[in-house]
């Protein structure tokens, strides 16, 4: 990213604040990985998920666009699909936000 991103203050960010300080945004990265999976595979707060995920999503395209090798379109398919997951919600009959909303009478955006 610190060579490829499509926005100078991206590499700038990446090389002067999260390279030196990697002890804490790794595994804080693979949390946030793991927590986005964990929402959209259970259908539990998809809405917030999908909107998280497409945020890292965005974050990579932006970062990664130039670099060779890399599929840039690939990133941008990631945004579309997640967004999707935004407007329209999945895990309505068989998700763990169709329990929640029933229980507690929750508004759309749990699901």
Same mark, same amino acid.
């Given at each position: 990213?610190?060579?490829?991103?499509?926005?100078?203050? +991206? *590499? +700038?960010?990446? /090389?002067?604040?999260?390279?030196?300080?990697?002890? !804490?945004?790794?595994? %804080?990265?693979?949390?946030? $990985?793991?927590?986005? *999976?964990?929402?959209?595979? %259970?259908?539990?707060?998809?809405?917030?998920?999908? #909107?998280?995920?497409?945020?890292? *999503?965005?974050?990579?395209? %932006?970062?990664?666009?130039?670099?060779?090798? $890399?599929?840039?379109?690939?990133?941008?398919? !990631?945004?579309?699909? /997640?967004? %999707?997951?935004?407007?329209? &919600? &999945? #895990?309505?009959?068989?998700?763990?936000?169709?329990?929640?909303? +029933?229980? +507690?009478?929750?508004?759309?955006?749990?699901?």
């Amino acid at each position: 990213m610190v060579d490829h991103a499509s926005i100078p203050l +991206q *590499a +700038q960010l990446v /090389q002067d604040i999260v390279l030196p300080n990697i002890v !804490l945004f790794g595994p %804080l990265v693979y949390a946030v $990985e793991v927590l986005i *999976a964990v929402s959209l595979m %259970l259908g539990s707060l998809t809405r917030i998920g999908a #909107g998280l995920g497409s945020l890292m *999503a965005l974050n990579l395209w %932006l970062g990664l666009y130039s670099a060779p090798g $890399e599929w840039p379109w690939t990133y941008g398919f !990631l945004v579309i699909i /997640q967004m %999707l997951f935004v407007l329209d &919600p &999945p #895990g309505r009959s068989l998700g763990a936000d169709v329990v929640l909303r +029933q229980r +507690q009478h929750l508004p759309a955006l749990f699901g």
